[in-house]
T-cell receptor, first 112, second 117 residues
């Protein structure tokens, strides 16, 4: 269905390393969103993607809208301690433009 | 701008008690949402509103009611709290006509941590 599967579920990386995570579904979407949630806070929108194949950057973050429209990828370059948190992908439910389905998140932890 | 604010930040209830969570946004957004977040389950939509005076059910609406009497406020009510409603509740809003963000780009509040004993 419209479930979004994120991988990995969690990752430990060293400061300075690059990070890759992805979000996949069996359904096609016209929009992909990436959010970050800091511990004890609400999710914050990082990047929004609207076109298949689109590659968008926000500082050290780069996200891509998969060509098949069934997946999206998020990369973080040169990770720093403040990158710690949970990263969620989200996409609008089919048939409605205002309701989002969220993935279960990728928990990122950075060691010095 | 404060963005999206939620009150209270924390609350402990006994089973059967009632309470109301308040969400306020100052971005003139049309759409507002209530989610709950449980460990390992991501965010699940409880109820949402596409305009003042309108509300609709999300994917987990049972045990909750909502009201949107003013455009800037969205209230979530628990009439008879149950332990299964222990969770972190987030409010979000989106879409301002003429704004730069699309209706899918939701902005979240800081959350309310609710424990039902």
């Amino acid at each position: 269905g419209q479930q979004l599967n994120q991988s990995p579920q969690s990752m430990f990386i060293q400061e300075g390393e690059d990070v890759s995570m992805n979000c996949t579904s069996s359904s096609i979407f016209n929009t992909w969103l990436w959010y970050k949630q800091d511990p004890g806070e609400g999710p914050v929108l990082l990047i929004a993607l609207y076109k298949a194949g689109e590659l968008t950057s926000n500082g050290r973050l780069t996200a891509q809208f998969g060509i098949t429209r069934k997946d999206s990828f998020l990369n973080i370059s040169a990770s720093i301690p403040s990158d710690v948190g949970i990263y969620f992908c989200a996409a609008p439910k089919t048939g409605t433009a205002s309701k989002l389905t969220f993935g279960t998140g990728t928990r990122l932890q950075v060691t010095l | 701008n404060a963005g999206v604010t939620q009150t209270p930040k924390f609350r402990v209830l006994k089973t059967g008690q009632s309470m109301t969570l308040l969400c306020a946004q100052d971005m003139n957004h049309e759409y507002m949402y209530w989610y709950r977040q449980d460990p390992g389950m991501g965010l699940r939509l409880i109820h949402y509103s596409v305009g003042e005076g309108t509300t609709a059910k999300g994917e987990v609406p049972d045990g909750y009611n909502v009201s949107r009497l003013k455009k800037q406020n969205f209230l979530l009510g628990l009439e008879s709290a149950a332990p299964s409603q222990t969770s972190v509740y987030f409010c979000a809003s989106s879409y301002s006509a003429g704004g730069t963000f699309s209706y899918n780009e939701q902005f979240f509040g800081p959350g309310t941590r609710l424990t039902v004993l």
